[in-house]
């Protein structure tokens, strides 16, 4: 990692240890911090793409924690983030390069429904997404405010991101998805509307007794119908504490 940091902080800024393989990335409190929800997505990410695959596209890329966090935990050569907020996308590219990583990762400042003007369509193997969760209407307060628009479908709508996905994604390609459990049947309508095939399901529980609390979802472009229910990841035990599993997924 460079160590001169005035070069990369902002005011208002933090540097957080991302535990895996020494590296960091720059968080703003005011403006975007990634969540469990990320963490868990490049978890089950990165368990199941093949070793194989070479390019990731990652959409929704926020401050770049999920392309972070892959160049870690897979082999690919190439990985991509696409973001729509000029300063979440600056504060990524910042990431990338505090950590050394400017000829693994690239940050893109785009809107995703104009992908197709920034990338070559069927180029990737695989593509995540962290999406916004919520509905247009929902509880919002400031349309234009950056957590608004990283949580709700106001730049973007889940239509959308399976456009980008399946564009995106060559025959046969993986697509990764975290999203909230009352959506699942949006997702998985979306998901083959547009082409993407659900293979693998896995729910998120907060303790073993509680109900679902996020899904985490592959998928195949072009793949025939067959569906997988893979056993509940636990976060906490009846001690409070990780799971044993949640340990892994950090790197702890």
Same mark, same amino acid.
């Given at each position: 990692m460079n160590k001169n940091l005035p070069d990369f902080l902002h005011d208002g800024e933090r540097l957080d240890d991302l535990q895996r393989n020494g590296l960091f990335i720059i968080q703003n409190p005011k403006k975007f911090c990634f969540g469990m929800d990320a963490v868990l997505l490049s978890g089950f990410a990165g368990i199941h793409i093949p070793t194989a695959c070479d390019k990731i596209l990652d959409l929704c890329t926020g401050n770049g924690i999920i392309p972070l966090l892959l160049s870690a935990k897979t082999q690919a050569r190439h990985i991509m983030g696409l973001e729509i907020q000029t300063e979440i996308a600056d504060m990524a590219s910042r990431s990338v390069s505090m950590n050394g990583l400017d000829d693994k990762i690239e940050i893109i400042n785009c809107d995703i429904k104009e992908a197709a003007n920034h990338i070559n369509a069927a180029s990737f193997d695989v593509v995540t997404v962290n999406p916004p969760y919520f509905k247009a209407g929902h509880g919002i307060t400031n349309p234009e405010d950056s957590k608004t628009i990283s949580r709700h479908e106001v730049a973007c709508t889940l239509k959308? +991101? @399976? /456009? /980008? /996905? +399946?564009? /995106? @994604?060559?025959?046969?390609g993986y697509f990764y998805i975290v999203h909230k459990p009352q959506r699942t049947a949006d997702v998985i309508f979306e998901m083959r509307k547009a082409g993407i095939e659900p293979k693998t399901l896995k729910l998120v529980h907060p303790y073993i007794n509680s109900g679902s609390s996020m899904i985490l979802l592959e998928g195949r472009k072009g793949a025939g119908a067959e569906m997988r229910v893979e056993p509940p990841l636990i976060i906490y035990g009846e001690d409070g504490k990780y799971t044993r599993e949640m340990y892994t997924i950090y790197g702890y």
């Open positions: 959308d +991101v @399976l /456009a /980008a /996905a +399946v564009m /995106a @994604l060559r025959e046969g």
